[in-house]
């Protein structure tokens, strides 16, 4: 409807808005800023620089309200702005000062209540996603970036609210979204942290909807990123495919062909990157699980639709085109294209 009103109309909704943004009832005011983060998000106005960076303005200014309610509308409306700035970030960005101020308000909303967590986390996650090579000269920026991801890392471990959890395992996909972050120069070796504690949790999470965002995290990085932790992500995908099927929650059921779904796609991924130096080993770690894995895979190959399924085709015929340099190697991809070279269901 905002789109289609006269120019007139759409200044005087945002000029009632902005107004009410200085309101003495926080209620008010947190309910205006919440109202320009979702028109932040329209067509015409998240290309508008200027009301972009008002809006941020605004909620920095109201952000450290006493009140959690108000602190909650407002981190949320917090990370719907910097949504806006991904959407446009090929075209234009707010200023470094500004950006850097929502840094670290979302830092400090890592320490606060949980339904601010929620919110700040995930906008940790896009902002991280936002940094440039040459933000990564900076040493203010590579200490921005390190407490983020230490933070965010922190939660995972530490925090028992699963939507906190879930946002993080989001956030960490995003940051894999950023070649600049994979950087051998960075001497934070962020991945020591970040790969072993979403392999601990697509393992052992008791919340399937967290197991399942943790995964999605390996569906992003190239062979040479995964680096050393290749074989610990290939095996811990593979081992939580084979205990999907073990609920000690009733609840989660109704999560575990999704969380298969997952698994599977993400397996998929690490094969596509897979070289001829990672066969065998792939091979060793699978062999015991191999005819539970073959079970589960084709469980998801006859459940995926048609054009779903050229995921798991494609991964089988990665695997027969790997150039092997040993007999060794092509006994093993002839083991791995025999566990997920799928089978059809004609029944």
Same mark, same amino acid.
């Given at each position: ?15 009632? +808005?902005?107004?009410?943004?200085? !309101?003495?009832?926080?209620? *008010? ?15 015409? @106005?998240?290309? !508008? ?6 809006? %941020?303005?605004? %909620? ?6 006493? &009140? ?26 707010? /200023?470094?000062? +500004? ?12 320490? !606060?209540?949980?339904? #601010? ?12 996603? @936002? ?10 920026? +590579? ?5 983020? *991801? ?10 028992? &609210? ?5 946002? #993080? ?24 942290? #970040? ?43 593979? #081992?939580?495919?084979?205990?999907? /099927? ?88 002839? %083991? ?8 059809? /269901?004609?029944?």
């Amino acid at each position: 409807m905002f789109e289609k009103l006269e120019h007139q109309k759409q200044i005087l909704l945002i000029s009632i +808005l902005t107004g009410s943004s200085y !309101d003495d009832d926080a209620s *008010v005011k947190s309910s205006a800023i919440r109202a320009l983060a979702v028109y932040v998000l329209f067509p015409s @106005l998240r290309t !508008d620089l200027c009301f972009v960076e008002n809006t %941020i303005e605004s %909620i920095l200014r109201i952000i450290k309200d006493p &009140n959690v309610l108000q602190r909650t509308k407002a981190s949320w409306a917090l990370g719907n702005v910097v949504d806006a700035l991904l959407m446009v970030r090929e075209t234009q960005s707010i /200023n470094e000062k +500004l950006l850097k101020q929502i840094f670290e308000t979302s830092l400090e909303g890592t320490a !606060d209540n949980d339904r #601010v967590k929620v919110n700040a986390v995930r906008t940790i996650g896009n902002l991280l996603t @936002l940094l440039t090579s040459n933000h990564f000269k900076e040493a203010t920026w +590579l200490k921005l970036f390190e407490e983020s *991801v230490q933070n965010l890392h922190n939660l995972l471990i530490n925090c028992g &609210n699963v939507k906190v959890k879930w946002n #993080v395992c989001y956030s960490f996909a995003s940051l894999m979204k950023n070649s600049n972050c994979f950087d051998a120069s960075l001497k934070f070796k962020w991945q020591e942290l #970040v790969f072993p504690s979403l392999c601990n949790t697509i393992r052992s999470s008791p919340n399937f909807k967290v197991r399942i965002n943790a995964s999605i995290a390996f569906t992003i990085p190239s062979r040479e990123n995964f680096s050393t932790f290749f074989l610990e992500i290939w095996s811990c995908l593979l #081992v939580s495919l084979e205990q999907s /099927n073990n609920l000690t929650d009733f609840n989660e059921y109704k999560h575990r062909d999704t969380l298969q779904d997952q698994l599977c796609s993400s397996i998929c991924h690490l094969i596509s990157v897979a070289t001829a130096d990672d066969v065998v080993q792939m091979k060793n770690e699978v062999f015991p699980l191999i005819d539970i894995t073959k079970q589960n895979w084709n469980r998801v190959f006859n459940r995926w639709l048609p054009e779903c399924q050229g995921k798991i085709l494609s991964a089988a015929e990665k695997l027969k085109s790997i150039a092997c340099k040993s007999s060794e190697q092509k006994n093993s991809v002839e %083991i791995l294209v025999s566990c997920f070279q799928p089978t059809e /269901n004609l029944f």
